[in-house]
């Protein structure tokens, strides 16, 4: 398979998938010069890109590509999960519109709602509508947004773009290649079909007449395809057009997110190639600024050594909790330095992201630090609770004035809650079994693992959930691996707490 990639985990992916014996092709000159080799122009069948928060990528493109892509970095570790987009990148949809926004408007794509940009749709909107629409930006099911869609069909590639809200040849790039691009339409021996404008991408600069030839005649196929979309018909809608033409793969695009494991897995690969510290990709997980950090660090690193992140001999460590992890990568990783530079802080705020296996995010609340230990890579989260209801497992009346404080470590595959009443006395202790927890600077990360360990008041501890991730691992959501890990965690969190 040919594969595009591009974000901060592209130097680990490339060399994981030429170690499959996939093609990279369209690289960008970073990653030409650090891998030293000829890597091509040609179309390709799949685009990696890493997500807009940095925990995972999308694969988008043929539809057996993105499985063949999809499979390998599942690999990475056991930790790595994936979901099949219902509305990815390019498919077509005859969609109800639902609510017009201030900007734009919700349409019901089904198995998902879409965002239309009031400037990408071809003229007014309102609730009521059946639109034709095509998704430009999908979204991981991991967040908060929705999918982005557009009225105007085009065909992107990392080469060439066509679209049918432009005309005529243009080229995003600047000075004379510009105008050698837009001049070279007429010697590639392939034409954009009627209606459709061309627009030349930056990574075309580097590519030879061979190749923009292709891509032009690859891209030229696909705009045929949507022309020759049925129209549907409005009372069927909800409902994806581009399934519907014979001959021609409809578009998919599968998410993979990474866990705490795989991206010190990913260091592995990178490492391979380029000078890496470690924890690289968890670092630069957190955000924007820590990655350019990493790579100033890493930049630093590489000019004045040989490139060989060093270790401090601080003696041996062993697995004393029984739940598989490897010391080795927290040894390293420099935890205390990157709670120094870019948080959490003392004293201020950590939301606590619980992933689901599922693909869905929920925030389980907003609270205080109360207490950070860097070096131990620990810290303490309060939250105030509201009255209503009962606590999970442990059956006892959530009211006002009572407090969760739970007790978060960087890298474990497990950590607990107390809930205490407005006395300070206990009702009970939750322990949750995940992948292992990241703390980055504004939030707590991990994916549940539904089995989970509960203490009551009266000492009595109590094993729950067993059942549903038997049902997890039978719906595909977690792999058999996983699960035994989870099961594993949760037998020694049992036992520590008899």
Same mark, same amino acid.
């Given at each position: 398979?040919?594969?595009?990639?591009? +974000?901060?985990?592209?130097?680990?992916?490339?060399?994981?998938?030429?170690?499959?014996?996939?093609?990279?092709?369209?690289?960008?000159?970073?990653?030409?010069?650090? %891998?030293?080799?000829?890597?091509?122009?040609?179309?390709?069948?799949?685009?990696?890109?890493?997500?807009?928060?940095?925990?995972?990528?999308?694969?988008?493109?043929?539809?057996?590509?993105v499985?063949?892509?999809?499979?390998?970095?599942?690999?990475?570790?056991?930790?790595?999960?994936?979901?099949?987009?219902?509305?990815?990148?390019?498919?077509?949809?005859?969609?109800?519109v639902?609510? @017009?926004?201030?900007?734009?408007?919700?349409?019901?794509?089904?198995?998902?709602?879409?965002?239309?940009?009031?400037?990408?749709?071809?003229?007014?909107?309102?609730? +009521?509508?059946?639109?034709?629409?095509?998704?430009?930006?999908?979204?991981?099911?991991?967040?908060e947004?929705?999918?982005?869609? !557009?009225?105007?069909?085009?065909?992107?590639?990392?080469?060439?773009?066509?679209?049918?809200?432009?005309?005529?040849?243009?080229?995003?790039?600047?000075?004379?290649?510009?105008?050698?691009?837009?001049?070279?339409?007429?010697?590639?021996?392939?034409?954009?079909?009627?209606?459709?404008?061309?627009?030349?991408?930056?990574?075309?600069?580097?590519?030879?007449?061979?190749?923009?030839?292709?891509?032009?005649?690859?891209?030229?196929?696909?705009?045929?395809?949507?022309?020759?979309?049925?129209?549907?018909?409005?009372?069927?809608?909800?409902?994806?057009?581009?399934?519907?033409?014979?001959?021609?793969?409809?578009?998919?695009?599968?998410?993979?997110?990474?866990?705490?494991?795989?991206?010190?897995?990913?260091?592995?690969?990178?490492? !391979?190639?380029?000078?890496?510290?470690?924890?690289?990709?968890?670092?630069k997980?957190?955000?924007?600024? !820590?990655?350019?950090?990493?790579?100033?660090?890493?930049?630093?690193?590489?000019?004045?050594?040989d490139?060989?992140?060093?270790?401090?001999?601080?003696?041996?460590?062993?697995? @004393?909790?029984?739940?598989?992890?490897?010391?080795?990568?927290?040894?390293?990783?420099?935890?205390?330095?990157v709670?120094?530079?870019?948080?959490?802080?003392?004293?201020?705020?950590?939301?606590?992201?619980?992933?689901?296996?599922?693909?869905?995010?929920?925030?389980?609340?907003?609270?205080?630090?109360?207490?950070?230990?860097?070096?131990a890579?620990?810290?303490?989260?309060?939250?105030?609770?509201?009255?209503?209801?009962?606590?999970?497992?442990? +059956?006892?009346?959530?009211? !006002?004035?009572?407090?969760?404080?739970?007790?978060?470590?960087?890298?474990?595959?497990?950590?607990?809650?107390?809930?205490?009443?407005?006395?300070?006395?206990?009702?009970g202790?939750?322990?949750?079994?995940?992948?292992?927890?990241?703390? %980055?600077?504004?939030?707590?990360?991990?994916?549940?693992?539904?089995?989970?360990?509960?203490?009551?008041?009266? +000492?009595?501890?109590?094993?729950?959930?067993?059942?549903?991730?038997?049902?997890?691992?039978d719906?595909g959501?977690?792999?058999?691996?996983?699960?035994?890990?989870?099961?594993?965690?949760?037998?020694?969190?049992?036992?520590?707490?008899?």
């Amino acid at each position: 398979m040919r594969a595009r990639v591009r +974000g901060v985990y592209t130097t680990a992916v490339t060399q994981r998938l030429l170690d499959a014996e996939h093609a990279v092709v369209q690289a960008s000159p970073p990653i030409r010069k650090r %891998f030293d080799r000829e890597f091509g122009f040609a179309p390709a069948d799949v685009a990696v890109d890493t997500t807009a928060d940095r925990q995972g990528v999308e694969c988008s493109g043929d539809p057996d590509a993105v499985d063949a892509l999809r499979e390998d970095l599942v690999d990475v570790a056991v930790d790595a999960l994936s979901w099949t987009d219902p509305a990815p990148k390019g498919a077509v949809f005859l969609a109800p519109v639902t609510d @017009a926004l201030g900007s734009g408007a919700v349409v019901d794509l089904g198995d998902r709602e879409a965002f239309l940009p009031f400037d990408d749709a071809d003229d007014y909107v309102e609730a +009521g509508d059946v639109r034709r629409v095509q998704v430009v930006e999908p979204a991981p099911p991991w967040g908060e947004d929705r999918p982005e869609v !557009a009225e105007p069909l085009s065909v992107r590639d990392g080469l060439v773009t066509l679209d049918r809200s432009r005309s005529g040849v243009s080229a995003d790039v600047h000075g004379e290649r510009a105008t050698e691009l837009v001049r070279s339409i007429d010697l590639l021996g392939a034409e954009a079909p009627d209606g459709w404008g061309v627009r030349w991408q930056r990574a075309a600069a580097d590519a030879d007449l061979g190749a923009l030839g292709d891509a032009l005649a690859a891209a030229a196929d696909r705009a045929r395809a949507l022309d020759a979309l049925p129209a549907g018909d409005p009372d069927d809608a909800p409902v994806r057009l581009d399934t519907q033409v014979a001959d021609v793969p409809a578009p998919a695009t599968a998410w993979v997110w990474f866990g705490r494991t795989a991206r010190f897995a990913l260091d592995d690969d990178r490492r !391979a190639v380029a000078t890496t510290m470690p924890g690289h990709h968890r670092v630069k997980a957190g955000s924007a600024s !820590a990655s350019d950090a990493v790579d100033f660090a890493e930049g630093v690193l590489a000019h004045a050594t040989d490139g060989d992140w060093t270790t401090p001999d601080d003696g041996d460590r062993t697995d @004393a909790e029984g739940d598989g992890d490897d010391p080795d990568d927290d040894e390293r990783f420099p935890f205390p330095a990157v709670v120094d530079a870019f948080g959490p802080r003392d004293g201020g705020t950590l939301t606590i992201d619980h992933g689901k296996p599922e693909g869905r995010c929920i925030t389980l609340g907003r609270g205080r630090v109360t207490d950070l230990d860097a070096d131990a890579g620990t810290l303490t989260v309060e939250r105030d609770m509201t009255g209503g209801g009962t606590y999970d497992a442990l +059956g006892v009346p959530r009211e !006002a004035g009572d407090v969760a404080v739970t007790k978060l470590t960087e890298g474990k595959w497990w950590y607990p809650t107390v809930y205490r009443d407005e006395d300070g006395e206990t009702k009970g202790t939750y322990v949750n079994v995940c992948t292992p927890v990241e703390l %980055f600077p504004d939030g707590a990360r991990y994916v549940d693992l539904h089995v989970d360990v509960v203490r009551h008041a009266d +000492g009595r501890v109590e094993r729950v959930d067993d059942d549903e991730l038997d049902a997890a691992v039978d719906a595909g959501h977690v792999t058999e691996a996983l699960a035994d890990r989870a099961r594993t965690v949760a037998t020694s969190v049992e036992r520590a707490l008899r």
